[in-house]
């Protein structure tokens, strides 16, 4: 092929990257709003708007991930005309410490795209904390005895209960001649030990908060324990604050081999929800 022909072929690729983008705007207000934090559950306008760049729009897609997770598709609409308006009220998602991207995708006739996205972080509503104390979790190899926790609720829970509610599950296997002392959870919930004068200084949702915000990089899906300790709990539970301290008050060891009845006994401080 001449030198020439080629040129022009080479010229003349891209067209299709230089087509006209579409315009997006994105933007999301309300009163619980500070900066790019939004208070839990509150109460949020999110306005949408696009504009082809070529004679009309192809369609407006409209979705949400929540902890950069799979996208939830919020809307997803066919457009024929050259611009495009939407103004949808809703409740902010997510849960207290999650960070929620919302995002607009607008695609042209002419095979171009535009996305533009806004990202809040939940924090939560003011509150003061409920406050449990002599709860108690088995070893999970004991016969008829509580071996979970459904912080959340409240309460110990049986072998039984369903895995979505057992924030706290004794992790010692059913190979275990010895208690494990170490906890992990039925449902996601990550935990970290911290300072024990963050027991006493915990008086509101807003301190657990703040501690979470300072460790969450470095929470874990299980922790070993020993008398004294304070945790830090972040339940999967889907509620406006699922943020808790536990307290480690006293743990009963049972040397016999064979003896599973093993327990540990601890205080926990968030806001409980009924069930």
Not at 35 to 47: A, H, K, N
């Amino acid at each position: 092929m001449p030198v020439a022909a080629m040129a022009f072929l080479s010229s003349c690729g891209g067209d299709e990257d230089d087509a006209p983008k579409p315009t997006a705007t994105l933007t999301i207000t309300g009163d619980k709003i500070k900066g790019t934090e939004v208070e839990v559950s509150s109460d949020i306008l999110v306005t949408a708007s696009a504009t082809a760049g070529s004679e009309s729009l192809k369609s407006v897609l409209f979705t949400v991930k929540i902890n950069g997770g799979n996208a939830i598709t919020v809307f997803d609409t066919a457009v024929t005309s050259k611009s495009f308006n939407v103004s949808l009220p809703t409740k902010a998602l997510g849960s207290t410490g999650d960070d929620v991207v919302y995002t607009v995708t607008v695609n042209d006739a002419n095979g171009s795209s535009e996305s533009k996205s806004v990202t809040l972080s939940v924090i939560p509503k003011l509150n003061g904390l409920d406050g449990g104390a002599n709860q108690i979790v088995y070893n999970a190899n004991a016969q008829s005895q509580d071996i979970a926790y459904d912080l959340v609720a409240g309460f110990s829970l049986s072998k039984g209960s369903a895995p979505i509610d057992q924030d706290i599950l004794d992790a010692t296997r059913a190979t275990e001649a010895q208690w494990a002392k170490k906890w992990t959870s039925g449902n996601g919930t990550k935990f970290i030990k911290v300072a024990t004068n963050d027991w006493n200084n915990a008086t509101s949702n807003t301190y657990l908060f703040s501690l979470y915000k300072a460790n969450k990089d470095k929470m874990t899906a299980d922790i070993t324990f020993a008398e004294g300790d304070v945790i830090l709990a972040k339940s999967t539970q889907v509620v406006d604050f699922n943020i808790y301290l536990i307290q480690i008050t006293k743990m009963t060891d049972l040397p016999a081999v064979g003896n599973n009845n093993d327990f540990v006994q601890f205080s926990t401080k968030g806001i409980n929800y009924p069930k």
